[in-house]
């Protein structure tokens, strides 16, 4: 077997023939004599006008054995019902990574999730677009699968120091994704296929023993002794005040609870366990028409065929803070993820063709601080204080609904209102609002001059064909809860695990999954 890369032209990249006629070339061998070949990598290099595709083979002779075992990484999980208990609090790829190693490991992992489970979410998301009715407990943010679920599915990641990537794939890869993972520099799964892959997970749990338990809202952690005993949970479905709640009990608990649940993080500090401030970033989502982001990255008219859906990556420095592109959805949509009445959060996804009309980003500014000194009183509350009141200063702007507030892209550069918006993919419709008077200074004046440094660098991005749409404000939790380097274990509180994004210790799917699995590698050894 031999290993070649290549870098060719889309339509060689598309063709088997062309490419078994390259791969013998490069090879210096017969095209006769190359007996299967198998794409290992692929990555497009849009720098030049003419775009390229680069492209790693595992090449074998005829007669050749050709070994699968390693392409993908299966795992056994062995049955656990007896074993002993850790309980995992989410359900999303933290707590579904973190469940599935203990299981390996011959620990019983019991999922507490406060949301639905997959199938069911899609009636309160419908609700939300529809309706523009939020349930506190079922949304683009809490339910089976966490927030990834339906809002893109996006694999990629730099964190690379963090765990094995690949066998975060690869088990993707065993419940039913693409082998395209395996192979794209970009991984992406989409919205429409991930449901039937969560689904999978937890089948592969239960079967093995574990347990999940939907709709049940952890009010309180039992701690003696400064170590954890268990939980106390109360039906979703049912006011907080409500009964006195049914105890859970176990030794180990993982906080994996993703990054918007704001009544662990309350709960926490009302207990006393320390938690911290952490950087966050906030801005808005900006959505182009995707042939107007292809012509661009693609320097053409019209897109190749065999090229896939355009992205963009932009980042400039302004007045000391960054202003960036984030969760940048080729082919997509504009999702309303606020996770409470009388908010509005924006995010974007895209399906797994990503091929809707528009293009849409997250164009964010890191947070600091000095930003928001007026919320003190909360102490390391003060930025999710900070992120709250901003999501319902938006939500009053466009008229106390899920109805967010836009401008056109020129004219909130120019700070002229928009008297009508160009058609967009957000559901629960837009309003034309002035958003400088919405947006705090601090965000808005350096959005203003990011979108004109970004429209100099990409040549027909600064125009009124796009819309500003805000807000996006659940880049990453504005809290931290505090682990040791060693044990993973809170510093304070014995048998406490936090986990994800929720802890303050990832950033996406693939880094909260490979975090999850850390803690449970840590959490089985204590």
Request: glycine fraction near 10%; charge should be neutral; aromatic fraction near 6%.
């Amino acid at each position: 077997m031999k290993r070649i890369d290549l870098v060719v032209t889309p339509e060689t990249a598309a063709s088997d023939e062309a490419l078994t006629k390259a791969i013998a070339e490069k090879s210096g061998v017969a095209e006769n004599e190359i007996g299967y070949f198998r794409l290992i990598r692929r990555s497009y290099d849009a720098r030049s006008r003419q775009v390229k595709v680069n492209l790693s083979f595992e090449v074998f002779a005829k007669g050749e054995k050709v070994v699968e075992d390693d392409f993908i990484q299966r795992k056994n999980y062995p049955i656990v019902t007896n074993g002993k208990p850790v309980i995992i609090v989410g359900a999303g790829p933290a707590g579904l990574f973190a469940a599935l190693r203990l299981i390996e490991k011959g620990i019983k992992p019991i999922i507490i999730e406060r949301g639905k489970n997959v199938r069911d979410r899609r009636r309160d998301l419908a609700a939300i677009h529809k309706e523009h009715i939020v349930n506190p407990d079922s949304n683009y943010c809490f339910g089976e699968g966490g927030a990834g679920t339906y809002s893109d599915g996006k694999l990629y990641t730099r964190s690379n120091k963090r765990g094995d990537i690949r066998s975060i794939l690869s088990v993707f890869v065993q419940h039913g994704a693409t082998e395209e993972i395996l192979i794209d520099a970009h991984p992406h799964i989409g919205t429409n296929k991930l449901p039937g892959i969560i689904e999978s997970m937890r089948e592969t749990i239960l079967n093995a023993g574990g347990e999940i338990h939907f709709e049940k809202r952890v009010t309180d952690i039992l701690i003696s002794s400064n170590a954890v005993k268990g939980v106390v949970l109360q039906n979703a479905r049912l006011n907080d005040k409500v009964g006195q709640g049914d105890k859970l009990e176990a030794d180990a608990l993982i906080l994996a609870t993703g990054h918007s649940a704001r009544d662990i993080y309350e709960l926490l500090h009302s207990k006393g366990i320390l938690i911290e401030a952490k950087p966050f970033a906030m801005g808005v989502r900006v959505e182009h028409p995707q042939q107007l982001i292809d012509k661009i990255m693609y320097h053409c008219d019209v897109r190749h065929p065999y090229l896939p859906a355009a992205p963009y990556s932009a980042v400039q420095q302004v007045n000391g803070r960054g202003v960036y592109s984030f969760c940048m959805c080729p082919g997509g949509i504009i999702a309303p993820c606020a996770t409470a009445p009388g908010e509005v959060v924006t995010n974007g996804w895209s399906p797994s063709k990503r091929n809707n009309p528009f293009a849409n980003s997250g164009i964010v500014v890191s947070v600091e601080p000095e930003d928001y000194k007026a919320f003190e009183k909360y102490g390391p509350l003060a930025g999710m204080k900070y992120q709250q009141a901003l999501e319902q200063a938006v939500c009053a702007s466009a008229g106390n609904s899920q109805t967010a507030p836009a401008q056109r892209l020129v004219d909130f550069t120019k700070n002229i209102f928009s008297p009508a918006l160009p058609e967009t993919s957000y559901q629960p419709g837009v309003k034309s609002v002035m958003l400088k008077d919405v947006l705090p200074p601090v965000i808005s004046e350096r959005l203003n001059e990011g979108f004109i440094e970004f429209g100099k660098k990409m040549r027909g991005y600064l125009t009124n064909d796009a819309v500003v749409v805000a807000i996006e404000s659940r880049t990453s939790s504005p809290v931290r809860i505090p682990r040791d380097n060693q044990t993973l274990q809170h510093p304070q509180i014995k048998g406490l695990f936090p986990c994800g994004e929720g802890g303050g210790y990832a950033g996406g799917i693939v880094s909260a999954a490979m975090d999850g699995e850390r803690v449970a590698e840590s959490c089985s050894s204590c």
